[in-house]
C-alpha cells in the first residue's frame, strides 16, 4: 500500500491543440509572405520594366519584368525541401519564424534598390537576388502553414481551420492592392523614383506581428510525440519519394491550378492597363474587391469541404474557373468596369475560392506526419514553378486585335484540366483520422520494420 507520504507518480500532460491560435499566427505569416510576393508582382507589371528593363520596345521590357517574377517559382522548391527537411527534422514553429525573416528582410532589401540607370546591370542582377530570397521563403511557407494548423485542428474541422492559411494569402494581395492605388495615384515621376518603394518599406510593419505572434504559439502536438516516440525521419525526402512519390506527383499537378491566379491579379493587371484602356486604380480596386471578398469564401467551402469531402469542390473550382477565365476577358476586351467586376468576382471570388480555401488541408493530409512538411512543400512548389512563369507564358501568347488574348484563356483553360485530373485520382481524406492519413507511408513503413523484426531471429541463428 502506498503511503500518504509518498509523492505520485508525475503524469506528462498531454500536447495540447490550439487551433484558434494556431489558424491565426498562419493567418499572420501568410498575410506577410503574400503581401510582399505580390507588391512585387503589381511592381513587376507597373514600374520594374521602366526601372530595371528599359527597353525600346516595351513589350520586351514587361517580359523581363515577368521573367523576375517567375524566377521566384524557380526557387520555391528549393525552399520547399530545404525548409521542408528541417521542418520535419525540428519542428514546424522554428522553421516558420526563419521563413518569414527571410521574406520581410528580402523584401525591405528590395525597396532599397537602386535602378538601372543608377547602377546599370547590377541593378536587375540584385533584384532577381531579392525575388530568389523572396521564392525560397515561400516555398517553406504556404507548407509549414497548412502542416501546422492542420496538426493543431480538431477531427472534423481541419478544412475549416486550415483555409485560414490562403485566407492570409486574401488578406496579403488586398493590402498589397491597396496599399499601391495611392501609390498610382502620385505623380509618375514621384512614382517612379519614390512612390514604388513605400509598399516594399511597409513590409516590416506586418513582419513585426506575425512575427511576435508566432513566437507565442506552441509546437504542434503531432511532431512532439514523433520527437518522443522516436518517429522523425532523418531523411524526410528520401522517405516521402520512397513511399509516396504518386502523391507528391498529384500535389503538383493540382498545384498548377494557380496559374488562374497569376494570369488574374499579374498578366490581367498588365493587359487591362496597358491593352483594354483601364486605369490602374480601377482595375486595382477591382482586384482588391474580389479577392478581398474571397476572405469569407475560403472558410465556407473548406467548412463545406468537412461536410461532404474535399474532390467535389476542387473539381468544380478547376471546371468553373476553365470557363470564367473567357468571361473575364471578354468583360476587359468591353471596356465596361461593372463587367470586369462580375466576372473577376465570378472566377476569384466564388469558383477560385473553392480551390484556395481546400487546398491547404488537401494537400497536407496526402502525407504521414514523419513527412508531411516535405511531401507537400515538395508537390506543391514544383506544381507552382508553372504558375510563376505564367504571366510571361501569357505576355507570349497574346496575339495582337481584340481577341488576342484568347491564347492566354486557353492555357489557362489547359492548366486547369491538368489541376482537375490530379485532384480526381487523390485520395478523399476529409474523414480519415489524423494519426491514418499518408496510408502508404504507413503501410509501407509497417512492411519495412516487419521484414527488419523477421530477419534479426534469422541473424541471431547464424
Same mark, same amino acid.
Given at each position: 500500500?502506498?503511503?500518504?507520504?509518498?509523492?505520485?507518480?508525475?503524469t506528462?500532460?498531454?500536447?495540447?491543440?490550439?487551433?484558434?491560435?494556431?489558424?491565426l499566427?498562419?493567418?499572420?505569416?501568410?498575410?506577410?509572405?503574400?503581401?510582399?510576393?505580390?507588391i512585387?508582382?503589381?511592381a513587376?507589371?507597373?514600374?520594374?520594366?521602366?526601372?530595371?528593363?528599359?527597353?525600346?520596345?516595351?513589350?520586351i521590357?514587361?517580359?523581363?519584368?515577368?521573367?523576375?517574377?517567375?524566377?521566384?517559382?524557380?526557387?520555391?522548391?528549393?525552399?520547399?525541401?530545404?525548409?521542408?527537411?528541417?521542418?520535419?527534422?525540428?519542428g514546424?514553429?522554428?522553421?516558420?519564424?526563419?521563413t518569414?525573416?527571410?521574406?520581410?528582410?528580402?523584401?525591405?532589401?528590395?525597396?532599397?534598390?537602386?535602378?538601372?540607370?543608377?547602377?546599370?546591370?547590377?541593378?536587375?542582377?540584385?533584384?532577381?537576388?531579392?525575388?530568389?530570397?523572396?521564392?525560397?521563403?515561400?516555398?517553406?511557407?504556404?507548407?509549414?502553414?497548412?502542416?501546422l494548423t492542420?496538426?493543431?485542428?480538431?477531427?472534423?474541422?481541419?478544412?475549416?481551420?486550415?483555409?485560414?492559411?490562403?485566407?492570409?494569402?486574401a488578406?496579403?494581395? $488586398?493590402l !498589397?492592392?491597396?496599399?499601391?492605388?495611392?501609390?498610382? %495615384?502620385? @505623380?509618375?515621376? *514621384?512614382?517612379? /523614383?519614390?512612390?514604388?518603394?513605400?509598399?516594399?518599406?511597409?513590409?516590416?510593419?506586418?513582419?513585426?506581428?506575425?512575427?511576435?505572434?508566432?513566437?507565442?504559439?506552441?509546437?504542434?502536438?503531432?511532431?512532439?510525440?514523433?520527437?518522443?516516440?522516436?518517429?522523425?525521419?532523418?531523411?524526410?525526402?528520401?522517405?516521402?519519394l520512397?513511399?509516396?512519390?504518386?502523391?507528391?506527383?498529384?500535389?503538383?499537378g493540382?498545384?498548377?491550378?494557380?496559374?488562374m491566379?497569376?494570369?488574374?491579379?499579374?498578366?490581367?493587371?498588365?493587359?487591362?492597363?496597358?491593352?483594354?484602356?483601364?486605369?490602374?486604380?480601377?482595375?486595382?480596386? $477591382?482586384? !482588391?474587391?474580389?479577392?478581398?471578398?474571397?476572405?469569407? %469564401?475560403? @472558410?465556407?467551402? *473548406?467548412?463545406? /469541404?468537412?461536410r461532404?469531402?474535399?474532390?467535389?469542390?476542387?473539381?468544380?473550382?478547376?471546371?468553373?474557373?476553365?470557363a470564367?477565365?473567357?468571361?473575364?476577358?471578354?468583360?476587359?476586351?468591353?471596356?465596361?468596369?461593372?463587367?470586369?467586376?462580375?466576372?473577376?468576382?465570378?472566377?476569384?471570388?466564388v469558383?477560385?475560392?473553392?480551390?484556395?480555401g481546400?487546398?491547404?488541408?488537401?494537400?497536407?493530409?496526402?502525407?504521414?506526419?514523419?513527412?508531411?512538411?516535405?511531401?507537400?512543400a515538395l508537390?506543391?512548389?514544383?506544381?507552382?514553378?508553372?504558375?510563376?512563369?505564367?504571366?510571361?507564358?501569357?505576355?507570349?501568347?497574346?496575339?495582337?486585335g481584340?481577341?488576342?488574348?484568347?491564347?492566354? %484563356?486557353?492555357?489557362g483553360?489547359v492548366?486547369?484540366?491538368?489541376?482537375?485530373?490530379?485532384?480526381f485520382?487523390?485520395?478523399e481524406?476529409?474523414?480519415?483520422?489524423?494519426?491514418?492519413?499518408?496510408?502508404?507511408?504507413?503501410?509501407?513503413?509497417?512492411r519495412?520494420?516487419?521484414?527488419?523484426?523477421?530477419?534479426?531471429?534469422?541473424?541471431?541463428?547464424?
Open positions: 500500500m502506498q503511503s500518504a507520504s509518498t509523492p505520485e507518480p508525475a506528462q500532460q498531454a500536447p495540447r491543440k490550439t487551433p484558434v491560435k494556431a489558424a499566427a498562419s493567418f499572420l505569416g501568410s498575410t506577410l509572405e503574400y503581401y510582399d510576393f505580390f512585387y508582382g503589381t513587376a507589371a507597373l514600374v520594374f520594366p521602366h526601372l530595371f528593363f528599359p527597353s525600346a520596345d516595351p513589350a521590357g514587361l517580359i523581363g519584368a515577368f521573367a523576375t517574377f517567375g524566377v521566384a517559382y524557380v526557387a520555391r522548391p528549393v525552399g520547399g525541401l530545404v525548409m521542408g527537411h528541417f521542418g520535419d527534422r525540428l514546424r514553429k522554428k522553421i516558420l519564424l526563419l518569414l525573416g527571410i521574406m520581410g528582410l528580402a523584401s525591405l532589401g528590395i525597396g532599397f534598390l537602386p535602378t538601372y540607370e543608377q547602377l546599370g546591370v547590377w541593378a536587375p542582377i540584385l533584384l532577381v537576388t531579392g525575388r530568389l530570397a523572396q521564392g525560397f521563403s515561400a516555398g517553406a511557407e504556404s507548407a509549414g502553414a497548412s502542416t492542420l496538426e493543431h485542428s480538431p477531427e472534423g474541422k481541419r478544412g475549416f481551420f486550415t483555409s485560414f492559411v490562403m485566407t492570409g494569402y488578406s496579403g494581395m $488586398v !498589397a492592392t491597396l496599399v499601391f492605388i495611392p501609390v498610382t %495615384a502620385l @505623380p509618375q515621376e *514621384a512614382m517612379m /523614383s519614390w512612390g514604388w518603394r513605400i509598399p516594399f518599406w511597409l513590409s516590416i510593419v506586418v513582419l513585426a506581428i506575425a512575427y511576435w505572434v508566432r513566437t507565442h504559439l506552441d509546437e504542434t502536438p503531432v511532431f512532439e510525440e514523433a520527437q518522443e516516440q522516436n518517429k522523425v525521419t532523418p531523411m524526410p525526402v528520401k522517405e516521402v520512397r513511399f509516396q512519390a504518386p502523391d507528391v506527383l498529384r500535389v503538383a493540382m498545384s498548377i491550378m494557380s496559374v491566379q497569376t494570369i488574374f491579379t499579374v498578366f490581367g493587371l498588365a493587359y487591362a492597363t496597358s491593352t483594354a484602356g483601364f486605369d490602374r486604380a480601377s482595375i486595382l480596386t $477591382v482586384n !482588391a474587391v474580389a479577392i478581398g471578398l474571397s476572405m469569407f %469564401a475560403m @472558410p465556407l467551402a *473548406a467548412k463545406l /469541404s468537412d461532404i469531402g474535399r474532390r467535389p469542390l476542387l473539381l468544380t473550382a478547376a471546371i468553373g474557373c476553365s470564367t477565365i473567357f468571361l473575364y476577358f471578354l468583360a476587359l476586351s468591353s471596356g465596361n468596369i461593372v463587367l470586369v467586376f462580375l466576372a473577376a468576382f465570378l472566377n476569384m471570388t469558383l477560385y475560392s473553392g480551390f484556395n481546400i487546398w491547404p488541408a488537401f494537400f497536407a493530409e496526402q502525407f504521414a506526419a514523419p513527412v508531411r512538411y516535405t511531401g507537400m508537390g506543391n512548389q514544383l506544381g507552382l514553378v508553372l504558375a510563376g512563369f505564367g504571366p510571361m507564358i501569357a505576355g507570349m501568347l497574346l496575339a495582337p481584340a481577341t488576342g488574348w484568347i491564347p492566354v %484563356a486557353v492555357f483553360t492548366c486547369m484540366l491538368i489541376a482537375a485530373a490530379s485532384a485520382h487523390s485520395r481524406t476529409f474523414r480519415t483520422p489524423i494519426d491514418e492519413l499518408g496510408g502508404p507511408y504507413l503501410e509501407g513503413t509497417a519495412r520494420r516487419r521484414s527488419a523484426t523477421a530477419e534479426q531471429p534469422q541473424q541471431a541463428a547464424l
